[in-house]
Nanobody
């Protein structure tokens, strides 16, 4: 089992920035492709971004491309989501996710499959 813990959410004005972090614990003797999903009030959970096990491949939702950047530090079992130029429509609970998939894990997450582990989420609120 892998446990995921997010941090870094909060309140920010439109145009501002936030950095979310996710630390993995438990069975971390191997690396996992990881990503971020979000769920806004009254809406379904949606994919935000994902990163491969070694960090060489990333995927992003069209709505965040050019504004959000996902990165990882495998020595610390840490994945970050740098969010710039935030918009009110980015307001949501952001969830860290990891997959057991050994190949194409980041792509599978981007396609909404193989989400094996979830964090509890962190709230991001963007005011107009």
């Amino acid at each position: 089992q892998v446990q995921l813990a997010e941090s870094g959410g909060g309140l920010v004005q439109a145009g501002g920035s936030l950095r979310l972090s996710c630390i993995a614990s438990g069975r971390t003797e191997r690396s996992y492709s990881m990503g971020w999903f979000r769920q806004a009030p009254g809406k379904e959970r949606e994919f935000v971004g994902s990163i491969s096990r070694v960090g060489g491949v990333t995927y992003y939702a069209d709505s965040v491309k050019g504004r959000f950047t996902i990165s990882r530090d495998n020595f610390k079992d840490l994945v970050n989501l740098q969010m710039n130029n935030l918009k009110p429509e980015d307001t949501a609970i952001y969830y860290c996710v990891a997959t057991d998939a050994l190949t194409q894990g980041a792509l599978k997450l981007a396609r909404g499959s193989d989400m094996d582990y979830w964090g509890k989420g962190t709230l991001v609120t963007v005011s107009p």
